[in-house]
């Protein structure tokens, strides 16, 4: 658990709340994360208490440093995480997903006095990031583009001598 990213659910006072963290490189540490190099993030968090609902809203803005999965040289990747929750007390009723634009459902045990955010935050920050992160074209380290590029093609036989069957192909294309 980080210390930083708690809110005090029972400490809330009626009506809106403000929090506002960094997370830096020691934040995604803490997760042994090593896909994430450095980070530069600043969450702004609203929290709105009202009886027994206790909505949340969370803006996670900045950017994080990747490996370009082309040349392997350091990418920043920019982030903008918008994290909308309602916290519920209790056991989980239903396992029904949000439809989009509504609000994820956290359920929390009616003894816990604290909601974590780090893992939250954590999750929506690496979901948003591409699945492929790459510089843009011309952008790549010109050195390691020297050895990318594409395999040579083999023979038609391999070294132990056996024919390959897709031999016959490799001339259609030429």
């Known amino acids: ?31 042994e994360n090593t896909e994430i190099l450095d980070a530069h993030l600043d969450a702004g968090v609203r929290v709105e208490k009202s009886g027994r609902y206790i909505g949340v ?14 040349c392997l040289d350091e990418l920043d990747m920019p982030v903008d995480v918008e994290i909308r929750l309602s916290v519920k007390y209790g056991s989980e009723e239903s396992s029904e997903e949000p439809q989009p634009g509504e609000r994820e459902v956290i359920f929390v045990p ?19 990031l591409p699945m492929q992160r790459m510089h843009r074209p011309g952008e790549c380290n010109p050195e390691a583009m020297k050895y990318y590029g594409t395999p040579e093609v083999s023979d038609a036989s391999d070294e132990e001598g056996e024919v390959n069957p897709f031999s016959a192909l490799k001339d259609m294309f030429k």
């Open 110 to 128: 009616d003894t816990d006095a604290e909601l974590d955010m780090s893992q939250i935050i954590y999750d929506y920050v690496c979901l948003s």
């Open 1 to 31: 658990m980080n210390e930083r990213f708690i809110i005090p659910l029972n400490g809330l006072t009626a009506g809106e709340n403000m929090f506002s963290w960094q997370a830096g490189k020691e934040f995604f540490e803490s997760f």
């Open 57 to 70: 809203d969370c803006d996670v803005r900045g950017e994080v440093k990747v490996e370009c999965d082309r």
